[in-house]
């Protein structure tokens, strides 16, 4: 069973306007990952935040992780049609429980000219 | 390094015909992963192996799949004799260590007719 559940399931927004997706997890976690996916292609990892860390920045990207909430986001920020791709969360499950990335079922997002 | 490459990209074959997917992971990463994926149930993860040995196998579906990975350069996944129901894109990742992020082929995309 999927991990993580990721909202929305779709996204359209316009160049120049900022996404966020959100993820959401049921079990303890040593580290979440997101991770885009090009139609037809492979899936690149995007960023990787800790279990301990409440936030993490890289280029444009904006990842935050709660896990009171057992919840993270991922804010694009000044979008461009180039993002435009299917983004999937991935959970690391704690070390007793193996070394299982797990994704969700992702968020398409469509970033229009 | 070229990535992890995936062998071949595309594969149709006939229901009851054995398949053979091919992976060679990132020289120096000691974990494979195999995963598939569907519309319908998104991203599974089918197995994974530490240092060339089966960890996990509790997402291979059934005994018509197998895996292997002889060397640390290369990983078979076999399915035999295979369905319709199989058709998917299967990929291949590969990692430095447990719990960081995952290098992922470009997948194999099977059609079984």
């Known amino acids: 069973s999927q991990q993580g559940e990721e909202d929305p399931q779709a996204l359209s927004i316009q160049e120049g306007e900022n996404a966020t997706m959100n993820c959401s997890y049921k079990?303890?976690?040593?580290?979440l990952q997101w991770y885009r996916q090009n139609s037809g292609r492979g899936l690149v990892h995007l960023i990787l935040?800790?279990?301990?860390?409440r936030e993490k920045h890289s280029g444009r990207l904006r990842v935050t992780l709660d896990t009171s909430k057992k919840s993270s986001s991922l804010l694009i920020t000044a979008s461009r049609a180039a993002d435009t791709a299917s983004y999937f969360c991935a959970t690391l499950a704690d070390r007793n429980s193996g070394s299982r990335l797990t994704f969700g079922e992702g968020t398409q997002l469509t970033v229009n000219p | 390094d070229a990535g992890v490459i995936q062998s071949p990209r595309h594969e149709v074959t006939e229901m009851g015909q054995e398949v053979t997917l091919r992976c060679k992971p990132i020289s120096g990463h000691d974990y494979l992963f195999w995963y598939r994926q569907t519309m319908m149930r998104g991203l599974e993860l089918l197995i994974y192996?530490?240092?060339?040995?089966?960890?996990?196998d509790s997402g291979m579906p059934e005994d018509r799949f197998s895996a292997k990975m002889p060397n640390a350069s290369f990983s078979t996944l076999k399915i035999q004799p295979s369905e319709p129901r199989d058709s998917a894109v299967y990929f291949c990742?590969?990692?430095?260590?447990?719990?960081?992020?995952?290098?992922f082929g470009q997948g194999t995309r099977l059609t079984v007719v």
């Open positions: 079990t303890s976690i040593n580290n």
């Open positions: 990742a590969s990692s430095f260590g447990a719990w960081t992020e995952a290098f």
């Open positions: 192996f530490n240092n060339n040995v089966p960890i996990d």
């Open positions: 935040i800790r279990s301990n860390e």
